[in-house]
Nanobody, 114 residues
């Protein structure tokens, strides 16, 4: 069973930055399209950004120009650089395959507040 471990969340002021990391315990990590997702209280989990095995990235309209997804296949890790954070970015952030095929990890809490 694949384990996903997200980290890097925290409390940040509006306009600040955070870098999230997600390590996956899986062989052949490089073949999987990966994604970052988030779930705010009372809302459904939504896709934030995805990256293909060939490093092609896509973003939700709400984060375009502010967030950057990347991956390190040697470390089996996917990253999410978040800049110009807004209060509406507050959520628990999760990673998974782009198709959400693995068991979810515990996520990492991101809180944007002054």
């Amino acid at each position: 069973q694949v384990q996903l471990v997200e980290s890097g969340g925290g409390l940040v002021q509006p306009g600040g930055s955070l870098r999230l990391s997600c390590a996956a315990s899986v062989s052949m990590f490089n073949i999987y399209g990966m994604g970052w997702f988030r779930q705010a209280p009372g809302k459904q989990r939504e896709s934030v950004a995805t990256i293909t095995s060939g490093d092609s990235a896509n973003y939700a309209d709400s984060v375009k120009g502010r967030f950057t997804i990347s991956r390190d296949n040697v470390r089996k890790t996917v990253y999410l650089q978040m800049n110009s954070l807004k209060p509406e970015d507050t959520a628990v952030y999760y990673c998974n395959t782009a198709r959400r095929t693995w068991t979810w990890g515990q996520g990492t809490q991101v809180t944007v507040s002054s």
